[in-house]
């Protein structure tokens, strides 16, 4: 499991140094229109790729948040793993947001998978069934099977995975990226019901979204 810097990923520095570089140069050249443009994209870029500290909850039975976003679907689909019609919390990201996606609980990765697909608006159900996304799937210290979906949008075009099968990962640790906004899924398995309702705003690694029922 790879663990990235903590105010930036290292997959944002070749773009934040190409745009500043190329800002530096505009602003040389005295072009001041693209200079500015220079500096706004270098901004957005810094913002883009920030990787903020997390605390993350130790209670039991928890599940956190995959990444910051806005609940945009709490009901039933199909397991893209296990072909089952599960709970599934669907949390959508815009390009704003911290884009780094952390586990919702403490496991291993059994499995991962990727499917190429299209880019459309990942706040849209079918975004689920026809974008590009990476499924990975944990077991809990429980034995009970989670799966996380990271599915690109409209404008991302690359999903990062920092995880490999047979990882060990905590609950709240970095295991992957997408750039340029998009949408994961966290597909619940039996016992766990959602803590979360559709509008509700989400901080991966610390927003609880699902319980344990006792």
Known sequence: MRTPSISLTPEGWPSIILATVATLTFALLHWVVLTVLGLIAVALLINFFRDPERFVPAEPGLAVAPADGKVIKVGSAIDPMSGETRTVVCIFMNVFNVHVNR??????????????????????????????????QVTDEDKLRWTMVQIAGLV??????W?????????????????????????????YQPAVVVGNRTTAGQTVIARRVE
Do not use: H, T
């Open 103 to 136: 586990a919702c609980v403490a496991g291993k990765v059994e499995a991962m998978r990727y499917w190429e697909g299209k880019f459309i608006n990942a706040s849209f159900d079918k975004a689920s069934e026809d974008n590009e996304r990476l499924a990975v």
């Open 156 to 161: 991302a075009r690359r999903i990062i995975p």
């Open 163 to 191: 995880a490999e099968k047979g990882d060990r990962v905590r609950r709240g640790q970095r295991y992957g990226m997408i750039k340029f906004g998009s949408r994961v899924d966290v597909y619940l398995p039996e016992g």
